[in-house]
């Protein structure tokens, strides 16, 4: 059984650092793009970041610069490190495996992240 396990949420300080980690017990997890997407409430689920198979990685605007997304094929983990946090980035942030040749998606169940003073 497939499972993505959130960890290292928590509350921070505006301007304070979290790092995300996620455990994916995928098998061939090396052939998935692995992401963090959040949701605020009363919004729609949003991409964060995702890292390819191959390491290439995609930001959203608001992460750019702030937020750093790796992955460790070999542990089968992928972390989110965050720093210079702000106030709207408090979210619940889930962690995300997908292959689309596959048609395999899976998700986490999410940890929140509070930015508040």
């Known amino acids: 059984q497939v499972q993505l396990v959130e960890s290292g949420g928590g509350l921070v300080q505006p301007g304070g650092s979290l790092r995300l980690s996620c455990a994916a017990s995928i098998r061939f997890v090396n052939l998935y793009v692995m992401g963090w997407y959040r949701q605020a409430p009363g919004k729609q689920r949003e991409l964060v970041a995702a890292i390819a198979p191959g390491g290439s990685t995609n930001y959203a605007d608001s992460a750019q610069g702030r937020f750093i997304i790796s992955r460790d094929n070999a542990v089968k983990t992928v972390t989110l490190q965050m720093n210079s946090l702000k106030p709207e980035d408090t979210a619940v942030y889930f962690c995300?495996?997908?292959?689309?040749?596959?048609?395999?998606?899976?998700w986490g169940q999410g940890t929140q992240v509070t930015v508040s003073a």
């Open positions: 995300n495996g997908d292959n689309h040749r596959l048609s395999q998606t899976y």
